[in-house]
C-alpha cells in the first residue's frame, strides 16, 4: 500500500562520513542515533518519522515546519560536542510504500533535502525556498529567521536557492516595522496639520491651540524672536 | 597414454595436486635443499614473439612475489622454465583452501573476521612493496590447521595476459571477486584488492553470493551498480561494526573505499574483540540469544543509500531504531487531501491576523490615520 502526503523534510548527515574509519563510523552514528533520539522526543510521534540514509538519518514532520526548523536547530546545538552534522531542509511531496514493518518514504521532498545537506558545510543548516514558504504558510513572519544564503546545481543539475538561519533576522524587521510605524504616525499626523494649515490660511486651529494651550503661544513667539 | 612427468627443472615430481586453467600444480621434491614444495606449472604460448613477452613477464611477477616474505603469503622460492613450460617453486601447505572450506563446513563469523584480517595483513605487506595481487578469492587463500591463512599466486593473474592485452582493457581475475574499476577494464591498485577481500569477506559470513549472473556482462552490472545488504541483514547477530567495515570495503568508487590494507586489518581487529567479547558474554549464561538480540539492534550500518546519491525516487527505509508506527498509521488512515494540502502564498489578511509585527503596523497606522484625519477635519 502506499500514501501520498507533503512534509517538511530534515536531513541530517554526517559530514565525510565515507571518509571515516568503520569504527568511527560507527561511533558517529550511534551518536547521530541518540542525538535524534533526544530532539525527537518532544515531538508528537502522529507527526514524525524518522528515516535512514547511509551517511546520516532523516525526520519528516508531518504538520509543522517551525518543529522542523527547530529540531533541525536542536540537532546542530546537540551535535556541536564532537558530531560534524549538516542539516537540508525541504518541504515536498513524499510517498509511503512497502509492506508492513519494512515501509519507507520516497519522493523529491527528501531529494531535495538531501542535495542541501550535502551542499551544507559543517554545523551548517540550510533551507530550500519550498520549506521558506512553507514556513511562512504555517507561522507568517517566521521566514524571516531564514535569509538568502546562496544558490547550487546538484548533480542532478537541478539548480536549489537556499536560504540560511540569522538570529537577528526576526529583530530587525521587528526594528523595520517599528520605524515603519514612526514614519505612518508622523506622516498622517503631518498630513492633517499640513492639509489644516493649507485649507485654513488664518490659522484658527493655532489659534484655538494657542487660545488652550497659552505655553504653545510663548514658544511660537520664541521660535519668531 | 602420456608420459607421466617425473622431473621439472631440478625438482622431483612425486604427486599431482591440481589442475588449473593455467596448468598444473604438483607436490615435488627439491633435491639440492631436501625440501617438499608445490610446483606450479604455467604452459607458455607457442607463438614466438607472443612466448617471449609472456616469458618476459613471468620471470618479472615471479621474482616481484619472491620477494614477498610475510606469514601471510606463500612464499615463492624458485622460478624456471622447462620444456615450454614455466614454473614456480613455492611453499607446500598442508590444509585446504578456503573455497573448500566454505562449500564443505562453513566459516564462523570470528573465523571469517580472523581470515580477513590476516589476508589484509598479507595484503597490506605486498602493496607496500609495490605488488598488486589482482586475484584475491577463496580459491587463493590457503588455510592450514593451526588457523594461519595464506595468500597464493602473487602476480599471477596478470602473467595470464600480456602488457599490450591488459593496456587495451582486457580483465584479469575471476569476475564475481573482481572491484568494479577492475571489471571495467581500468587500471588497478592495491584497492582493488581491497574490495575483492570484501567480497570474500562478505561471503564467508553470509554464506551467501555477493555478485553474482549468469554471464559476465550481468556480473559487471551487479559489481559496479548492485549495493550489498548489511551483512547483519542477511545474519542478524553479527557485530554491527561488521557493516561498516564491509560497508567501507565494498563502495564502488575507489577513492572513498579503504585506501590501504592495513587500515581494513586494523578495523577487522576491533571487530574480532567485539566478538571474541560476544563469546565470552554469552558461553557463561547459555543465552546467546538475548546478547546477540542486543548487539543486532544497535547502531547498524544503513542499506539506505547516502545523501549524495538521494534521487527522487530513490527509497529511504524508516529507521529500526526510533520508532514511527504512530506517524505511518495516521498517513495510512488519512484522507487523500488531509496531508497533501501544499502551502498557500500569505495574503495582506491573513499576515494582519496572524503576523504580530505586521499587525502592529496595521494598528499604528489605522490610529495614525485617525489622528491626522482629526487634526485636519475637526
Redesign the interface.
Same mark, same amino acid.
Request: glycine content about 8%.
Given at each position: 500500500?502506499s500514501?501520498?502526503?507533503?512534509?517538511s523534510v530534515v536531513?541530517l548527515?554526517i559530514a565525510e562520513?565515507?571518509?571515516r574509519?568503520?569504527?568511527e563510523?560507527?561511533r558517529l552514528?550511534?551518536q547521530l542515533?541518540a542525538v535524534?533520539?533526544v530532539v525527537?522526543a518532544e515531538i508528537d510521534?502522529?507527526?514524525?518519522?524518522?528515516?535512514?540514509?547511509?551517511?546520516?538519518?532523516?525526520v519528516?514532520l508531518?504538520d509543522d515546519p517551525r518543529a522542523a526548523l527547530r529540531l533541525a536547530q536542536r540537532a546542530l546545538t546537540a551535535a556541536a560536542a564532537g558530531l560534524p552534522l549538516t542539516a537540508?531542509l525541504n518541504?515536498g511531496?513524499l510517498q509511503?510504500?512497502?509492506r508492513k514493518g519494512?515501509?519507507?518514504?520516497?519522493?523529491?521532498g527528501?531529494?531535495v533535502a538531501?542535495?542541501i545537506?550535502?551542499f551544507a558545510s559543517s554545523s551548517r543548516l540550510l533551507a530550500s525556498r519550498?520549506f521558506r514558504?512553507?514556513l511562512?504558510?504555517?507561522?507568517?513572519?517566521r521566514e524571516a529567521m531564514l535569509v538568502p544564503a546562496g544558490n547550487f546545481t546538484d548533480?542532478?543539475l537541478r539548480a536549489h536557492e537556499v536560504f540560511g538561519p540569522n538570529d537577528g533576522g526576526l529583530a530587525r524587521?521587528?526594528r523595520r516595522?517599528s520605524a515603519?510605524?514612526v514614519v505612518?504616525?508622523v506622516?498622517?499626523?503631518?498630513?492633517?496639520?499640513t492639509?489644516?494649515a493649507t485649507h485654513e490660511p488664518r490659522a484658527p486651529?493655532l489659534s484655538a491651540l494657542i487660545t488652550k494651550y497659552p505655553y504653545v503661544g510663548e514658544l511660537v513667539q520664541r521660535v519668531r524672536h | 597414454m602420456a608420459k607421466k612427468t617425473t622431473k621439472i627443472g631440478r625438482y622431483r615430481i612425486l604427486d599431482e595436486l591440481g589442475r588449473g586453467a593455467m596448468g598444473i600444480v604438483y607436490k615435488a621434491e627439491d633435491p639440492n635443499l631436501d625440501r617438499l614444495v608445490a610446483l606450479k606449472t604455467i604452459i607458455l604460448p607457442e607463438d614466438a614473439e607472443e612466448h617471449g613477452e609472456y616469458r618476459k613477464r613471468f620471470f618479472m611477477e615471479a621474482k616481484a612475489a619472491g620477494k614477498l616474505n610475510h606469514p601471510n603469503i606463500v612464499t615463492t622460492f624458485d622460478c624456471g622454465e622447462h620444456e615450454g613450460m614455466a614454473y614456480l617453486a613455492m611453499e607446500l601447505l598442508e590444509g585446504i583452501d578456503l573455497r573448500t572450506r566454505m562449500t564443505k563446513q562453513g566459516v564462523t563469523a570470528l573465523e571469517a573476521v580472523e581470515i580477513a584480517r590476516q589476508v589484509a595483513e598479507g595484503l597490506g605487506y605486498a602493496h607496500e612493496r609495490g605488488v598488486v595481487h589482482r586475484d584475491v578469492k577463496p580459491g587463493n587463500i590457503m588455510l592450514n590447521g593451526g588457523g594461519k591463512a595464506k595468500i597464493m599466486d602473487f602476480g599471477l593473474a596478470r602473467m595470464r595476459m600480456a602488457d599490450h592485452k591488459t593496456s587495451t582493457g582486457m580483465v584479469l581475475g575471476t569476475p564475481r571477486y573482481m572491484s568494479p574499476e577492475q571489471i571495467s577494464g581500468q587500471p588497478v591498485d592495491q584497492r582493488s584488492d581491497i574490495f575483492s577481500l570484501g567480497i570474500v569477506l562478505y561471503e564467508m559470513l553470509t554464506g551467501t553470493r555477493l555478485f553474482s549472473g549468469e554471464n559476465i556482462e550481468q556480473v559487471q552490472h551487479s559489481i559496479t551498480q548492485t549495493d550489498h545488504l548489511p551483512p547483519t541483514r542477511v545474519v542478524p547477530g553479527l557485530p554491527?561494526?561488521l557493516d561498516?567495515?564491509v560497508?567501507?570495503a565494498l563502495?564502488k568508487d575507489p577513492t572513498?573505499r579503504y585506501q590501504d590494507a592495513y587500515?581494513l586489518a586494523?578495523?577487522l581487529e576491533?571487530c574480532l574483540a567485539e566478538l571474541r567479547g560476544q563469546e565470552v558474554t554469552t558461553e557463561p549464561s547459555g543465552d546467546k540469544s538475548r546478547t546477540v538480540k542486543m548487539e543486532a539492534g @544497535?547502531?547498524k550500518? =544503513?542499506? +539506505?543509500?547516502?545523501? &549524495?546519491?538521494?534521487?527522487?525516487?530513490?527509497?529511504?527505509?524508516?529507521? @529500526?531504531?526510533?520508532? =514511527?508506527t +504512530?506517524?505511518?498509521? &495516521?498517513?495510512?488512515n488519512?484522507s487523500?487531501e488531509e496531508?497533501?494540502?501544499?502551502?498557500?502564498?500569505?495574503g495582506l489578511l491573513?499576515?494582519v491576523a496572524?503576523?504580530?509585527?505586521?499587525r502592529?503596523?496595521f494598528v499604528?497606522?489605522v490610529?495614525?490615520?485617525f489622528?491626522?484625519?482629526?487634526?485636519?477635519?475637526v
Open positions: 500500500m500514501a501520498s502526503l507533503v512534509g536531513f548527515k562520513f565515507a571518509r574509519t568503520a569504527s563510523q560507527a552514528r550511534a542515533e535524534i533520539a525527537t510521534p502522529e507527526s514524525r518519522i524518522v528515516l535512514e540514509a547511509a551517511d546520516g538519518a532523516a519528516v508531518i537540508g518541504h511531496a509511503l510504500s512497502g519494512a515501509e519507507g518514504l520516497t519522493g523529491d527528501i531529494a538531501a542535495n545537506a550535502e519550498a514558504e512553507a511562512a504558510d504555517a507561522a507568517p513572519g548533480a542532478g524587521r521587528r516595522y515603519a510605524s505612518l504616525i506622516a498622517f499626523v503631518g498630513a492633517g496639520f492639509w489644516r486651529f | 554491527a561494526m561498516f567495515v560497508a567501507r563502495k572513498v587500515e586494523a578495523d576491533t @544497535r547502531d550500518a =544503513s542499506d +539506505a543509500p547516502p545523501a &549524495r546519491a538521494i534521487a527522487i525516487d530513490t527509497r529511504l527505509p524508516i529507521s @529500526r531504531l526510533i520508532d =514511527s +504512530a506517524a505511518v498509521k &495516521r498517513i495510512k488519512a487523500s496531508l497533501t494540502r501544499l502551502p498557500r502564498r500569505v491573513r499576515r496572524r503576523d504580530a509585527a505586521v502592529r503596523l499604528v497606522a490610529f495614525a490615520g489622528a491626522g484625519f482629526y487634526i485636519a477635519l
